[in-house]
């Protein structure tokens, strides 16, 4: 009866793709796997050395990088994330979240101890309801079975949008704009995974990861949904 009356639900209330508009079937959320399976994936997770890996040389140290699919203005990319970050379509960070997950399983970057979103600031966090960087790491977490860190670092400052910076304001803008708790010692001579939505210069990456080297032995990797 219960799974009658969820079909006759979809079938008067059908939920579209956040992507294309087209209509879900059973087993899909948010994004059809049409859609999914058009992403522009980087396959960075494959590569040594990899553009966004590239993007921190002679800044911090990193272990792995990468990043889900490409982003260019205009692109599928660019919408999903537009839908994420500005439409309050939470759970769709999940979902991507949990094709990242499958896409990067068994490779080098998901042999971690622990994952960590990229912090809000409480303000922004307020207004927007939720991090989505946090729904990303939420769907990697579901995947990967790695446990979330996110009452370690956390954004002292409120910085403003990065969207129309060039490369020096955006690092500018990202400089001592986080810090860690003081409950960082079950993270001695760990290896984390920070998580992002987007990585444009590496500049929020960098801030994140010098602070969270200040922990003896931490060892920092990065995945971000996509790259511009």
């Given at each position: 009866?219960k ?11 059908p ?5 294309c ?13 049409e859609?999914?399976?058009k ?14 890996e ?16 490409r ?18 379509e ?23 101890d ?26 990697l ?32 803008n ?51 949904l996509?790259?511009?």
């Amino acid at each position: 009866m219960k799974q009658y009356l969820l079909d006759l639900l979809r079938l008067v209330y059908p939920e579209i793709c956040l992507v294309c508009g087209g209509y879900l079937v059973e087993g899909e959320k948010c994004i059809c796997l049409e859609c999914v399976h058009k992403l522009p994936k980087t396959g960075y997770h494959l590569i040594n050395d990899n553009m966004a890996e590239q993007l921190l040389w002679g800044r911090v140290k990193i272990e792995y990088g990468t990043a889900l699919c490409r982003f260019q203005k205009g692109n599928s990319v660019q919408k999903v994330l537009h839908q994420l970050k500005y439409k309050g379509e939470k759970e769709l960070g999940i979902v991507l979240g949990q094709f990242f997950g499958y896409e990067i399983q068994g490779s080098n970057i998901s042999q971690v101890d622990a994952i960590i979103p990229v912090p809000l600031h409480p303000v922004k966090l307020k207004k927007r309801g939720y991090n989505q960087s946090e729904q990303i790491a939420i769907g990697l977490s579901e995947v990967l079975n790695i446990p979330i860190v996110n009452d370690l670092l956390y954004r002292k400052l409120a910085n403003s949008t990065q969207t129309k910076k060039n490369v020096y304001e955006r690092w500018e803008n990202s400089q001592n704009i986080f810090d860690i708790k003081e409950n960082s010692l079950s993270l001695c001579e760990k290896h984390i995974l920070l998580v992002d939505d987007v990585i444009t210069t590496g500049a929020t990456i960098e801030a994140c990861t010098e602070v969270l080297q200040k922990i003896k032995g931490l060892r920092v990797s990065f995945a971000a949904l996509a790259i511009a």
